[in-house]
């Protein structure tokens, strides 16, 4: 029987957060179960019921035993009955908040912890207080979300002493994890990959002169620049045409800004896996022009330019984070200074006028994709750092 790794994520699971069961889901030696206290409103159907369990699905005040569980350590009796009767072997926290929660739990199953880092929870949180001020209860009231974040910054020095690993998605967020207290020798970098079965172009669809943006409507996207570039690119090409795929707090901004100065966009919300591969078979290339966030935030590596690359779509983004780790300027795409609407909208129209340099983009993006970024390796590895532990562990009893 295999081994069961407990995959703790706190809310179970954001649509926008794919790259969690995908990996988990390509597990060969090691079977995943999906933890945390709640799930998402809508659910997501990428979680197998069978194999997750939250708190919130055992008792019938979940608020309550949340806050117990992650202000007093407490975890509900049910619960926690549940979570061993599993005999999981590792519990591997997602995201850096996240593995304070994964540490309580690896404490009270006895069992190691590991924890990926992905991008805003190593490089945009920032203390409200001084670092010796006491969490305040006003705080916990009135400003739950910075509680928390302060909460997790107060214990992240014990995360990385208790953590036996602490995975970066990218080169760039492994220098930040260091730079933020972790040990070098613990921090890896594992880049989570893509389905390269999954993620393989349909070559008789025709190429549109589209130029794609996916993500989340945050700041640190850049969408807002993508948009000024394409103002720019219109006035000498005015059949390109814009589509925009996600949502977020910044969706009505955007959707003015685009009104105002563009002649040719849409945007389409959230959609699933199979509409985005279909935007990616008939797009010229994929934008993705993401900044350095007034508060700090910034990308780990933003899985929808490997994805894009596997596809044969060449990426137009940014010299920013783990992006150039898997954009290869002038290789597999083009990159420009973050913020650098002008280069940005050079760089948008150097591949649509350009089809043998797009078609040279598509076919060394895909072969990058393949060497550096294949799900399958990648997960193998993973699996290997769960049997070193797991082989210190057995050593040292």
Excluded at 209 to 237: H, S
Aim: net charge positive; aromatic share 8%.
């Amino acid at each position: 029987m295999k081994k069961i790794v407990m995959m703790y994520r706190d809310q179970l699971l954001p649509y926008s957060e794919t790259f969690i069961p995908t990996q988990v889901e390509s597990l060969q030696s090691y079977t995943g179960f999906y933890v945390g206290t709640s799930r998402t409103p809508e659910g997501n159907s990428l979680i197998p019921q069978s194999r997750s369990s939250t708190l919130s699905d055992v008792v019938s005040k979940p608020e309550i035993w949340k806050m117990a569980f992650k202000l007093a350590h407490t975890v509900h009796p049910r619960w926690f009955k549940i979570l061993q009767e599993l005999s999981p072997s590792i519990i591997h926290a997602h995201f850096g908040l996240d593995g304070i929660w994964g540490m309580i739990l690896a404490q009270k199953l006895n069992i190691p912890l590991v924890v990926t880092f992905r991008g805003s929870d190593i490089t945009g949180m920032e203390s409200s207080r001084p670092e010796n001020e006491r969490l305040r209860i006003d705080d916990f009231i009135w400003r739950r979300g910075q509680f928390f974040r302060d909460l997790y910054l107060k214990r992240r020095d014990r995360l990385f002493s208790t953590a036996h690993y602490c995975f970066a998605v990218s080169d760039f967020l492994r220098s930040k994890l260091v730079e933020k207290g972790c040990p070098p020798e613990k921090a890896i970098v594992l880049y989570t990959g893509v389905n390269l079965e999954k993620f393989t172009p349909d070559l008789h669809i025709p190429v549109e002169p589209v130029v794609l943006f996916v993500g989340r409507l945050v700041e640190k996207k850049g969408c807002e620049y993508l948009i000024r570039a394409m103002a720019k690119v219109q006035l000498e090409l005015p059949e390109a045409e814009l589509v925009v795929i996600g949502d977020g707090p910044l969706s009505s901004r955007l959707k003015t800004l685009a009104a105002d100065s563009l002649k040719r966009y849409r945007f389409l919300g959230s959609q699933p896996h199979e509409v985005v591969k279909s935007w990616m078979n008939r797009s010229t290339l994929l934008s993705l022009p993401s900044i350095t966030a007034k508060s700090g935030d910034s990308e780990g590596l933003p899985n929808v330019v490997v994805e894009a690359q596997a596809m044969r779509l060449p990426v137009v983004s940014s010299i920013h984070a783990g992006i150039p780790e898997a954009v290869l300027h002038n290789e597999t795409g083009l990159l420009a200074a973050e913020k650098d609407w002008e280069a940005l909208s050079q760089n948008i129209l150097t591949i649509l006028q350009n089809p043998e340099l797009r078609e040279r983009f598509a076919s060394s993006g895909r072969i990058h994709i393949e060497k550096k970024f294949n799900l399958h390796r990648n997960t193998g590895k993973l699996e290997e750092f769960y049997s070193n532990i797991l082989g210190e562990s057995l050593s040292c009893s």
